[in-house]
Antibody, heavy 123, light 108 residues
Framework: QEHLVESGGAVVQPGRSLRLACAAS????????LHWVRQAPGKGLEWVAI????????DYAKSVKGRFTISRDNDRNTLYLQMSSLSAEDTAVYYCARARLPNYSYYFALDVWGQGTTVTVSS | EIVLTQSPGTLSLSPGDRATLSCRAS???????LAWYQQKPGQPPSLLIYGASTRATGIPDRFSGSGSGTDFTLTISRLEPEDFAIYYC?????????FGPGTKVDIK
């Protein structure tokens, strides 16, 4: 059974940093592109970032570019999201999700999702 | 950046009704790289449809997707009690992989 489990969510003050992790199991982690998607309280889904299977390609939403960094450790089957200069607008549940097919490309729908981890930015 | 618009914002229907949800893109979505997701309260989204019309694994055939270019539709032929949820479309043909604002299907 394919699983993604996020961790690292916390209450953090504005301007501070936080790192989220997403542990994968049940599939060959190193073969898949991976995303971070977030959802502010009571709001819709916002795509945040993507990383290719080997970490060589990354892309970000405008709202987080320059502040967030996506990375992965294929030896540890873990995806990360390093977040800095956090503001109240970053308050959300953060989900990691898998691109549907194993491939050097990552242009696939998101077929496996974690349960999410909550980040609250507040003084 | 492709902007997705979903309509209606809320659809109030009864079990057994047919639901028709629309997703419109601000520019052509290449190769029909359009997906639909279902989200229930307190749960992550789950993939229903990809490639505009292909059901994901395990999705019942009462769910169908259609459309191309800039106009896409998700149809639920006969609503079951478990289908009352929020539905999002997303394009994934290029970055940013934007989502639509969602359509809530609630019980009339």
């Amino acid at each position: 059974q394919e699983h993604l489990v996020e961790s690292g969510g916390a209450v953090v003050q504005p301007g501070r940093s936080l790192r989220l992790a997403c542990a994968a199991s049940g599939f060959t982690f190193s073969h898949y592109g991976l995303h971070w998607v977030r959802q502010a309280p009571g709001k819709g889904l916002e795509w945040v970032a993507i990383i290719s299977y080997d970490g060589s390609n990354k892309d970000y939403a405008k709202s987080v570019k320059g502040r967030f960094t996506i990375s992965r450790d294929n030896d540890r089957n873990t995806l990360y999201l390093q977040m800095s200069s956090l503001s109240a607008e970053d308050t959300a549940v953060y989900y990691c999700a898998r691109a549907r097919l194993p491939n050097y490309s990552y242009y696939f729908a998101l077929d496996v999702w974690g349960q999410g981890t909550t980040v609250t930015v507040s003084s | 950046e492709i902007v997705l618009t979903q309509s209606p914002g809320t659809l109030s229907l009864s079990p057994g009704d047919r639901a028709t949800l629309s997703c419109r893109a601000s520019q052509t979505i290449s190769s029909n790289y359009l997906a639909w997701y279902q989200q229930k309260p307190g749960q992550p989204p789950s993939l229903l449809i990809y490639g505009a019309s292909t059901r994901a694994t395990g999705i019942p055939d009462r769910f169908s997707g259609s459309g191309s270019g800039t106009d896409f539709t998700l149809t639920i032929s006969r609503l079951e009690p478990e289908d009352f949820a929020i539905y999002y479309c997303q394009h994934y043909g290029n970055s940013p992989f934007t989502f639509g604002p969602g359509t809530k299907v609630d019980i009339k």
